[in-house]
């Protein structure tokens, strides 16, 4: 699929944009956590189960952009067993961006380890990362071992600072986060989202889907930035947001 178009009306309206400079990550060393989610506009994040059918062509060609310019894709357990996520596949039209780095690398965040460890997300030729905590069942980390490098971040759960601080010790510094709802809730949570990218489809879908945040702390506040704000020709509209650092409530 060639770029699709979007308009941004953000900072400063235009009718074409860059769009590998749009989503650029950050010069530097330090490691930079970004998310993507997709919501409708009454803030559901999944629509039948599925967080795809809110979304359109264009919203796919940007999560396959925002890929290609990762070094590492993580995802809750929940959302590779609903999505059926596979090894992570750098469409043709990226593959220059990369240059000769090789695809990013696939991650999954899980405290129970009760995965399919023959499914597709296990058969890449890059072998995925298992992100758990020491109370994970010790016979499943074993068959986690046979098909993935095992990370141990946190003691009854992942902690996400210790997330970051695995993947960066491993060299991993563009990291792009896919959610689902409760991992993105642990990371905000935990103040360690650097950048949230959210697609609003222009839809009212009713349910009780989860918001995109779905995490059972206490209520926080964490103020964020607006970038970018795009559109596409099907009136998708597309949030880049950063943490706001200069507020310090
Ligand atoms: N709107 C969107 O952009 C979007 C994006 C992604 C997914 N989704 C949708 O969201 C739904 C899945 O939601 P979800 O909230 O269940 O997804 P999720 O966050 O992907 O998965 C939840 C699971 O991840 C693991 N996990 C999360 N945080 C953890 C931590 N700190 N430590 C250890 N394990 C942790 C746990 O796995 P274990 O139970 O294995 O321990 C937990 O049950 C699907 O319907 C999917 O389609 C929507």
């Not at 993507?36 to 952009?65: C, E, F, H, K, Y």
Request: include cysteine; glycine fraction near 8%; aromatic fraction near 6%.
């Amino acid at each position: 699929m060639p770029q699709p178009r979007l308009r941004r009306l953000f900072p400063k309206p235009a009718d074409s944009v860059d769009l590998i400079q749009a989503y650029a990550y950050p010069p530097g060393d330090t490691p930079w956590l970004r998310a993507n989610m997709i919501a409708s506009v009454d803030g559901a994040a999944t629509l039948g189960g599925r967080a795809g059918a809110l979304g359109n062509p264009t919203d796919q060609w940007l999560l396959g952009l925002l890929r290609a310019l990762s070094d590492v894709i993580i995802a809750g357990a929940g959302t590779v067993v609903a999505e059926r996520y596979g090894p992570a596949r750098v469409r043709p039209e990226f593959a220059g961006l990369r240059g000769a780095a090789p695809e990013p690398r696939m991650a999954v965040v899980s405290r129970s380890l009760e995965l399919d460890f023959g499914s597709a997300f296990f058969i890449g030729e890059r072998r995925p990362l298992v992100i758990t905590c020491e109370a994970a069942p010790e016979a499943r980390r074993e068959e986690a071992e046979k098909v993935a490098e095992v990370v141990v971040a946190g003691e009854h759960k992942v902690e996400p600072s210790r997330l970051v601080a695995e993947l960066a010790k491993r060299g991993y510094r563009r990291l792009l986060c896919e959610g689902g709802p409760q991992l993105l809730g642990e990371l905000a949570a935990a103040d360690v989202l650097d950048e949230l990218c959210v697609s609003i489809s222009p839809l009212l879908v009713g349910g009780n889907a989860p918001r995109i945040t779905n995490h059972p702390a206490d209520e926080y506040r964490r103020p964020l930035r607006l970038v970018h704000l795009l559109i596409d020709d099907d009136e998708l509209l597309y949030a880049r947001y950063r943490r706001d650092t200069e507020d310090d409530e």
